[in-house]
Nanobody, 126 residues
Framework: QVQLVESGGGLVQAGGSLRLSCAAS????????MGWFRQGPGKEREFVAG????????YYADSMKGRFTISRDNAKNTVYLQIDSLKPEDTAVYYC???????????????????WGQGTQVTVSS
């Protein structure tokens, strides 16, 4: 069983940056593909970025390329999401998710992940 706790959200002005963290507890974090999703007000949850267990593979939703960077530190059991040049439309609850994988790949859809955190709120003011 993997438990995920997100942190780093908050209120920020447009143009600013945030680094979200997701700390994982449980066995063999380094064997879990990780992903970040977000859900804005009145919107469905959407994929932001994913990273394989080794960190060698990353994938971003098309609309997230350029301003979002996913990374992980397996020694710290933590995955990060750096968000730069924040926009009001980035306002959302950001969730991290995990799934054990025997291959060094990642998922792009919610159903590909088994464990979810409670989310961290990001609010961007204009």
């Amino acid at each position: 069983q993997v438990q995920l706790v997100e942190s780093g959200g908050g209120l920020v002005q447009a143009g600013g940056s945030l680094r979200l963290s997701c700390a994982a507890s449980g066995p063999i974090f380094s064997s879990y593909a990780m992903g970040w999703f977000r859900q804005g007000p009145g919107k469905e949850r959407e994929f932001v970025a994913g990273i394989s267990w080794s960190g060698r593979k990353t994938y971003y939703a098309d609309s997230m390329k350029g301003r979002f960077t996913i990374s992980r530190d397996n020694a710290k059991n933590t995955v990060y999401l750096q968000i730069d040049s924040l926009k009001p439309e980035d306002t959302a609850v950001y969730y991290c998710a995990a799934r054990y994988r025997s291959d060094d790949d990642l998922g792009r859809y919610s159903y590909e992940y088994d464990y979810w955190g409670q989310g961290t709120q990001v609010t961007v003011s204009s």
